[in-house]
T-cell receptor, first 113, second 114 residues
Framework: DQQVKQNSPSLSVQEGRISILNCDYT??????FLWYKKYPAEGPTFLIS?????DKNEDGRFTVFLNKSAKHLSLHIVPSQPGDSAVYFC????????????FGTGTSLTVIP | ETGVTQSPTHLIKTRGQQVTLRCSSQ?????VSWYQQALGQGPQFIFQ???????GRGNFPPRFSGLQFPNYSSELNVNALELDDSALYLC?????????????FGPGTRLLVL
């Protein structure tokens, strides 16, 4: 039962262009969402988060958008850089259940120089 | 600020054996969560420890158990290893009580069960 889904296993983007990574979820009780970046042989690194009371959060080149009615989350990276090449995971938490996060299966982003 | 560390980095065991994995949480964090990441999948929540007690558990059998120590470090123990237990085991620390409780991950322990 995959409650958080990343339907694109991979994405290739030219350097300088925008990368858009998508995430869909099924549980309307999720109240907090995060994006992580993972390089090979390393643990996931926290990128950016958004609370369900917001629809946008921005941090430098990274912006996360939340569409609660569509149960859809997206991460925009602009401009994309070769160092952004990694696997990106979205994760979500159900309110009032402690700190258990549900992860998607990841999207592998390749930024072409 | 010291990040999350895990040991060992790699481990090979045989079916039926027992394994203990260790995690030191990030400075200032009081909560540790453990995840299993199989190849090509996202991390799956195993359990979480807060104040030395289990504080939530995912869909994993009882042969997966854990401990948290007064210094907030943690152990994951797996008994009666099965081939399907081969995976990357990730530890994440966070601070319960700050509202958002973002989890910060260690580099993981890669376990191979033969």
């Amino acid at each position: 039962d995959q409650q958080v889904k990343q339907n694109s296993p991979s994405l290739s983007v030219q350097e300088g262009r925008i990368s858009i990574l998508n995430c869909d979820y099924t549980n309307s009780m999720f109240d907090y969402f995060l994006w992580y970046k993972k390089y090979p042989a390393e643990g996931p690194t926290f990128l950016i988060s958004i609370s369900s009371i917001k629809d946008k959060n921005e941090d430098g080149r990274f912006t996360v958008f939340l569409n609660k009615s569509a149960k859809h989350l997206s991460l925009h990276i602009v401009p994309s850089q070769p160092g952004d090449s990694a696997v990106y995971f979205c994760a979500a938490r159900i309110m009032n259940t402690g700190n258990q996060f549900y992860f998607g299966t990841g999207t592998s982003l390749t930024v072409i120089p | 600020e010291t990040g999350v560390t895990q040991s060992p980095t790699h481990l090979i065991k045989t079916r039926g054996q027992q394994v203990t994995l260790r995690c030191s949480s990030q400075s200032g964090h009081n909560t540790v969560s453990w995840y299993q990441q199989a190849l090509g999948q996202g991390p799956q929540f195993i359990f979480q420890y807060y104040r030395e007690e289990e504080n939530g558990r995912g869909n994993f059998p009882p042969r997966f158990s854990g401990l948290q120590f007064p210094n907030y470090s943690s152990e994951l123990n797996v008994n009666a290893l099965e081939l399907d237990d081969s995976a990357l085991y990730l530890c994440a620390s966070s601070r319960t009580g700050d509202g958002k409780e973002t989890q910060y991950f260690g580099p993981g322990t890669r376990l191979l069960v033969l």
